[in-house]
């Protein structure tokens, strides 16, 4: 059903008009507390989202290869990156009220609209397909046969989707989005070097092996785990279908800040947690699957520790795979002009729904697969992200700045200096990547 043919009142208009008494009554009682707790969760969510499972893989992958040094700070880097990006992304959708597909459409038209959206499609179901290699990597240290794990995974992802209300779908994923900080003891029984951190926060550290292309690989793959398009179409799908407005703005913007600084703790804590195999010159290039990397780490961290880091990585690839085919969903009923909503009832929303289950099934089928190479996919997902996410900057930042549509929201100078300085990096290091994919031997001479 699209927009035009809805009824005047419906499930998902009720429901959100009493979200948003709750909003009134909070503010006028100035219980400010309250107030940000109410309208928490898109930034959260889409930050500890975005720590999924080729994420976390990624950050083990660095600390495992480089230690401590260099990737620490950057990592710092790479989410204050994530906060301008998707605090464009807050400002956007309070100002329009629409989601990030059908404002493509409307403002450039349907080639560039579906530009977008193949973009995003071809990101999302590659990125899927990792959650659900991190769900059976987890399941596979746990001692359960790859296809029960998968199993649990979609079970949890379809039965997520069943509550068909977006506060209570939104609420139960911040509790389990939580259990990313299962990594930070995880960090601590690795007993980490406190000066050697601080130095590297202070210096930005050494580079050990120097600047090959294992070091480039790292670089846009730790980007890729940071900064990736279905962020912006799942925040703002998420702010419309919570119905933020104008005057949440502040707290909108408080959200993504705190989702960005607890996202950014998980992430050290998990390179910090794998740089003991660092210190033991383990060679992680030949690990199949992130269950290797908490194997490895049991002789490190003790069995607790390795049960730490096992369960992250499920619950990063669970909190993700529920976002990112939320996205996906958001997306392609924009596209289509049908109504995109978590508190819609499975008749009026069928399209929506089927969008999300459709490339979950797609995405576990593909993880089954025998003889997968499923840490090289997972790795490599994170990299095409990074080179994705340059067309996906460039929308955002067009409609950021189009005052016809955000008024006085509209982009200022420094936000298009940050903005574009992100697309400029971004295709710098992409474009380079490339040259050194084409002539290994450059760096060498």
Same mark, same amino acid.
């Given at each position: 059903m699209d927009q035009e043919t809805a009824p005047l009142t419906s499930r998902e208009d009720l429901l959100r008009a009493r979200d948003r008494l709750k909003v009134k009554l909070s503010r006028a009682s100035k219980h400010r507390m309250r107030l940000l707790w109410l309208l928490a969760g898109p930034g959260v969510l889409v930050m500890l989202g975005e720590n999924d499972g080729p994420s976390m893989v990624s950050y083990a992958t660095t600390g495992a290869t480089y230690g401590v040094g260099f990737f620490v700070p950057f990592i710092l880097l790479t989410f204050a990156m994530a906060f301008v990006v998707q605090e464009m992304t807050v400002r956007l959708g309070v100002a329009t009220h629409r989601g990030h597909a059908g404002l493509i459409f409307q403002r450039f038209g349907p080639f560039w609209g579906y530009f977008a959206m193949a973009d995003l499609v071809f990101g999302n179901?590659?990125?899927? =397909?990792?959650?659900?290699?991190?769900?059976?990597?987890?399941?596979?240290?746990?001692?359960?046969?790859?296809? @029960?794990? =998968?199993?649990?995974? =979609?079970?949890?992802?379809?039965?997520?989707?069943?509550?068909r209300r977006y506060a209570t779908w939104e609420r139960c994923l911040l509790g389990l989005a939580a259990c990313n900080l299962l990594f930070i003891p995880a960090a601590l029984l690795a007993h980490p070097n406190g000066a050697a951190l601080t130095q590297a926060l202070a210096s930005w550290g050494p580079l050990p092996g120097g600047f090959d292309t294992a070091f480039v690989t790292l670089v846009l793959a730790n980007i890729g785990a940071t900064v990736t398009p279905w962020m912006i179409f799942f925040q703002q799908g998420a702010v419309v279908d919570k119905g933020l407005t104008r005057a949440d703005l502040a707290q909108g913007r408080l959200d993504t800040a705190i989702g960005a600084v607890v996202a950014a703790i998980a992430a050290i804590a998990t390179l910090v947690a794998a740089a003991p195999l660092f210190r033991a010159h383990v060679d992680v290039s030949h690990f199949a699957s992130g269950a290797d990397f908490a194997t490895a780490l049991r002789p490190h961290l003790g069995a607790f520790g390795a049960t730490l880091f096992? @369960?992250? &990585? /499920?619950?990063?690839? @669970? /909190? $993700?795979?529920?976002?990112?085919?939320?996205?996906?969903s958001y997306a392609l009923a924009e596209t289509f002009s049908l109504r995109s909503s978590l508190n819609l009832d499975f008749s009026r929303?069928?399209?929506?729904?089927? $969008?999300? &289950?459709?490339?979950?099934?797609? $995405?576990?089928?593909? /993880?089954?697969?025998?003889?997968?190479?499923?840490?090289?996919?997972? @790795?490599?997902?994170? /990299?095409i992200a990074t080179l994705l996410m340059a067309p996906a900057l460039l929308f955002l930042l067009l409609l950021a700045n189009d005052r016809e549509i955000m008024r006085d929201l509209a982009n200022g100078r420094c936000c298009n200096l940050a903005g574009g300085s992100i697309v400029v990096a971004l295709c710098l290091v992409g474009a380079f990547y490339g040259v050194i994919t084409v002539f290994p031997d450059l760096l060498n001479s």
């Amino acid at each position: 059903m699209d927009q035009e043919t809805a009824p005047l009142t419906s499930r998902e208009d009720l429901l959100r008009a009493r979200d948003r008494l709750k909003v009134k009554l909070s503010r006028a009682s100035k219980h400010r507390m309250r107030l940000l707790w109410l309208l928490a969760g898109p930034g959260v969510l889409v930050m500890l989202g975005e720590n999924d499972g080729p994420s976390m893989v990624s950050y083990a992958t660095t600390g495992a290869t480089y230690g401590v040094g260099f990737f620490v700070p950057f990592i710092l880097l790479t989410f204050a990156m994530a906060f301008v990006v998707q605090e464009m992304t807050v400002r956007l959708g309070v100002a329009t009220h629409r989601g990030h597909a059908g404002l493509i459409f409307q403002r450039f038209g349907p080639f560039w609209g579906y530009f977008a959206m193949a973009d995003l499609v071809f990101g999302n179901v590659l990125t899927l =397909v990792t959650e659900f290699i991190a769900i059976q990597a987890g399941g596979l240290y746990f001692g359960l046969p790859s296809w @029960l794990s =998968v199993a649990i995974g =979609v079970a949890l992802v379809i039965g997520s989707l069943a509550l068909r209300r977006y506060a209570t779908w939104e609420r139960c994923l911040l509790g389990l989005a939580a259990c990313n900080l299962l990594f930070i003891p995880a960090a601590l029984l690795a007993h980490p070097n406190g000066a050697a951190l601080t130095q590297a926060l202070a210096s930005w550290g050494p580079l050990p092996g120097g600047f090959d292309t294992a070091f480039v690989t790292l670089v846009l793959a730790n980007i890729g785990a940071t900064v990736t398009p279905w962020m912006i179409f799942f925040q703002q799908g998420a702010v419309v279908d919570k119905g933020l407005t104008r005057a949440d703005l502040a707290q909108g913007r408080l959200d993504t800040a705190i989702g960005a600084v607890v996202a950014a703790i998980a992430a050290i804590a998990t390179l910090v947690a794998a740089a003991p195999l660092f210190r033991a010159h383990v060679d992680v290039s030949h690990f199949a699957s992130g269950a290797d990397f908490a194997t490895a780490l049991r002789p490190h961290l003790g069995a607790f520790g390795a049960t730490l880091f096992a @369960l992250g &990585i /499920v619950e990063a690839g @669970l /909190v $993700a795979a529920m976002t990112i085919s939320t996205s996906s969903s958001y997306a392609l009923a924009e596209t289509f002009s049908l109504r995109s909503s978590l508190n819609l009832d499975f008749s009026r929303g069928r399209w929506f729904y089927a $969008a999300a &289950i459709g490339s979950t099934l797609l $995405a576990a089928a593909t /993880v089954l697969i025998p003889g997968a190479p499923l840490l090289a996919m997972t @790795l490599t997902v994170n /990299v095409i992200a990074t080179l994705l996410m340059a067309p996906a900057l460039l929308f955002l930042l067009l409609l950021a700045n189009d005052r016809e549509i955000m008024r006085d929201l509209a982009n200022g100078r420094c936000c298009n200096l940050a903005g574009g300085s992100i697309v400029v990096a971004l295709c710098l290091v992409g474009a380079f990547y490339g040259v050194i994919t084409v002539f290994p031997d450059l760096l060498n001479s």
